[in-house]
Every structure is written in C-alpha cells, then in structure tokens.
C-alpha cells in the first residue's frame, strides 16, 4: 500500500562511507540548494518595507499587554468607544512591541525577515521529508515563496504562518519521528493566542489522519487523538470558546468582506491571485499527464487547501505552503539520481554563492542604516501624523482607514473615527466614513454630528473632499500637509456630543 507521506530516504540509518564523504567536502550543491530556500526569502524581505496598516496599532496594544492588561474594551475611536474587543493577537502584540522596544522598526524588519526565512526554511525541510531531492525541495519552496510573496506583510498573521510551517514539517516526516505529533497541542496553545489562523492547527492533523485512514496506517488513530488534544489546547487563551467565535465573526462579516480587498473572493486581479490559479493548473496537468495514479491522500490536501482560499484571497498562503509539500512527496527521485546532483560544482563555487547572498542581505538589514520611520514603512503619513500630536488631547479626528493604525500608534492622544479593526465597527459607521471620504450628500452634517475636529486628507484618493475643504475656508482650515496630504481643523468648535 502507498503511503504519500513517507519518505524516501530513513534518515535514521547510519551514512554509506561514500555519503558521509560527500557531506564532509561542505558546502556542496545540498548546502547551497538549501541555503538558497531561506536566503532569497530572507533578501526579499528586506529588500522591501514594512506596511503600517495592519501592523502599527498592534504596537500600542501590545505595550499595554506588557502593562498587565490584556484590551477588552475599544478605547481608541470616538464613534464606538465601549464596545467589546476580543483581542485573540495579544501574544504576537506583545512580542511585536518588545520587538520595537529593541530597535524600533529596524527590528521589526529584520523580524519579519527571521519568520519569512524560517518559514521557507521549514517547507523546504518538509519537501525533504516527503522524498524530494535538494534542488526540487528547494525549487518547490521558492515557487511557494513566489505565489504568497504579497501575502508576507509582518502582522500577527506572519507568527501563524510560521507555526503553520512548523505543522507541515511535523506532518511530513510523522511516519519517521511520530513523537513530534505531541508538539501540536503546544503549537495550537501559542497560535490560539497568537492569531486567528489558529484553527488550521487541528485541520492539518484531521486531514493527515483522513490520508492515513485512506492509507489504511493504524496510525490515524493517534492523529485522532492529538487532533482532539490539539483542539482542546486552542480554548488556553483569555477569551475561551471565544476566540473561536472571533474568528467566525471576522470570516463572516458582511463589512469586512465589501470592504477589505484580502478578505474578498479570488479573483485575477493581482499577481499571488494569478499564480495561485496558475500553479492549481499546473499541478493539475502534471498530475494528469504524469501516467501514475495519484494518491488520494495527496488529493486530499490540495483540494482542501484549494477551495480553502477561494472564499477569500488571504487563504491563498496556504495553499502556497501545501501546494510545495505536497508535490514534493510525488517527486521522489532516484538514489542515485540525487547522489549525482551532490557531486556537482565546486566547494569554492557553493560558498561563493552562498556567501554572496547572504552578504547581500546583511548588508540590506536596516541596523547598520539608522533609516528613517518614512523609509522602512509605508501607509505610515509621519509628517501628518506628527501633526496631529500637537492638536490638544482628546480631538476628534477623521483619517483615512488604512492610515488610522499609524495615527493610533504615533499619535495616540487624538481618538479616531475608524480604523483597521473593520470587524467592531457597525455599518452605519462605515457608511458615514465613505460618505465623508467622497465628499458625498450631507458629509458636514455628519462631522457635526460626531463633533470630527480635524480631518486628514489623502491627496492620492480624497480628492473631492480635499476640495470641498479647501474651498470653505470659514469651516476648516488647512494647518499643515505635506506629500501624503492635508489636516484641517475646524475653525469654530463644535457642540458637545457624547
């Protein structure tokens, strides 16, 4: 009987002498395949910045978990202040704040960075375990790496993303080293309280235990009982069943997915959403035409990982994580066949091109630079919000959602209208924002009606507002702009509102 899962080579049995000599003449063309796993992931990252949107707001909140208190209550906005907050990323908050305590937003690059290449590094080993050679493991890791690239901003979701690779690699090589299965039930306790993702933690063991039952390995049964212990251990957080609950809530959302481009169906209109039906069609010709059954195990978990992230494009990263690991455990090549890629090249030469990437991206990493916020993030209005600091205490400001984490982090005295946490605002809030942000029917009724003080304008898609302000100058006036855009504060203060 077939089993998809298990590897080629025993890793366990003792070197031949002519392999345990052929691993001694390091680095060889393994080593440089490898390093080439991590390494490109790890220089792309640097290579580009950081987005403040999702990741800047989690700066402030993690501090006050540092503080000894977990938020609960929104307490940032003026238009839903009170309501309750499920915070389900306070861990991976908190380690972002701790993060930025060490060095600012050059350490949360090369953060991402370190989670980035860890994460490759994990699905390469994965592949390995599930039989394919060096350079397919590798190749295959890199084209996961591609399809999901714009998937990779540093948020709390790249903390599960890690966990998730660390799941992927325990699962390929169970067959092998089946006392590892027992790290998911610590897994799933530090994904539950690091991201909503956490769910996928006893998917992956429920789906390994159905190909194992397609197997028919009597071992589904312990991955019965680790997907039972796993499940359990996800209720260890401060919210209980309620962080399941949160997660329901946010894929359900009407709001969010009208709103928010990540949580909208697939579609063709960006290039991870392209390669992601691109390499779904590539597999799926390879497996036709490749003349051997498929396992359906195999079937299994790329069909659920599939229709996975058709619901919403924020699901395609894992199918760019499964997709290599699975393939790999169909490509298992020749002994002698992977011995004759070993022998190739040159000591010198593979630590010539090991060397100069990762010279490269050390010399990319942001600590020797000292940049500037400006030139590490995007969506990150510093000049604006430098602006804003200096409005008295507790003015009520209208900016653009996706500016709002900054202004919450680097202004954190002026509440806000909105901001990237789309899932506790109700839809009368959100329609009033676009509203106001197209400078539609009744926009200066309702900033009265909120008692808004300042308004930050988007020179890049506010423009209709941006003019409207601009031309009644005996309501608002323009005290300070800059690339990014325009705050006006009103001229004449408003009456109280609750």
């Known amino acids: 009987m077939a089993h998809s899962l298990l590897p080629a080579l025993d890793t366990s049995e003792p070197l031949r002498p002519d392999a345990a000599a052929r691993r001694s003449a390091r680095p060889n063309l393994d080593d440089v395949w490898a390093s080439l796993a991590v390494l490109v992931p790890v220089l792309v990252s640097l290579a580009t910045r950081l987005v403040a949107t999702d990741l800047a707001y989690h700066f402030r909140a993690g501090e006050q978990v540092l503080g000894g208190s977990i938020p609960r209550t929104e307490t940032w906005t003026f238009t839903i202040r009170g309501v309750t907050w499920v915070d389900q990323q306070w861990g991976a908050q908190a380690l972002l704040a701790l993060a930025h305590r060490g060095g600012g937003l050059a350490t949360i690059a090369v953060l991402r960075a370190a989670l980035i290449g860890v994460t490759f590094g994990l699905i390469y080993l994965a592949c390995r375990a599930r039989g394919a050679a060096p350079r397919s493991a590798s190749l295959l890791s890199l084209g996961g790496f591609l399809v999901c690239l714009q998937t990779l901003s540093m948020r709390p979701q790249l903390f599960g993303v890690a966990l998730f690779a660390v799941s992927l690699w325990i699962l390929a090589g169970r067959r092998h080293r089946p006392a590892r299965l027992w790290l998911f039930p610590v897994i799933a306790l530090a994904w539950a309280n690091l991201h909503g993702s956490f769910v996928l933690a006893p998917l992956l063991v429920l789906v390994a235990m159905v190909e194992d039952l397609i197997d028919r390995d009597p071992a589904w049964r312990r991955l019965a009982l680790v997907a039972g212990v796993c499940t359990l251990a996800t209720l260890a957080n401060p919210f209980g069943p309620g962080a ?213 304008v988007d020179r890049r898609t506010w423009g209709p507002l941006l003019a409207e302000m601009q031309a009644d100058p005996s309501d608002w006036r323009l005290a300070s702009e800059d690339e990014d855009g325009v705050l006006f504060v009103r001229v004449h203060s408003t009456p109280d509102v609750p």
């Open 244 to 456: 399941w609950r949160y997660v329901w809530d946010l894929g359900t959302n009407p709001v969010i997915r009208a709103s928010v481009t990540e949580w909208a169906p697939m579609s063709v209109a960006t290039f991870s959403e392209v390669a992601f039906f691109a390499t779904a069609a590539g597999i799926t010709v390879w497996l036709v035409r490749r003349g051997t059954p498929v396992p359906w195990g195999s079937l299994l978990w790329l069909v659920t990982f599939f229709v996975l992230a058709l619901p919403a494009r924020r699901g395609l990263i894992w199918w760019a994580l499964v997709a290599p690991v699975t393939v790999a455990g169909l490509l298992r090549e020749p002994a002698e066949q992977a011995e004759s890629a070993t022998r190739g090249g040159s000591r010198r030469l593979n630590a010539a091109v090991i060397g100069a990437i990762a010279g490269a991206a050390l010399v990319l990493v942001p600590w020797w630079r000292s940049p500037s916020d400006a030139e590490l993030v995007t969506e990150a209005p510093v000049g604006l919000s430098a602006a804003t600091s200096q409005l008295p205490a507790g003015s009520r400001l209208l900016a653009p959602q996706p500016w709002g984490s900054w202004f919450e982090f680097a202004s954190p005295s002026t509440p806000l209208f909105v901001d990237p946490r789309i899932e506790l605002y109700p839809p009368g809030v959100w329609s009033d924002y676009l509203t106001v942000r197209t400078a539609g029917t009744g926009w200066r009724e309702i900033l009265d009606r909120y008692g808004v003080e300042a308004v930050v």
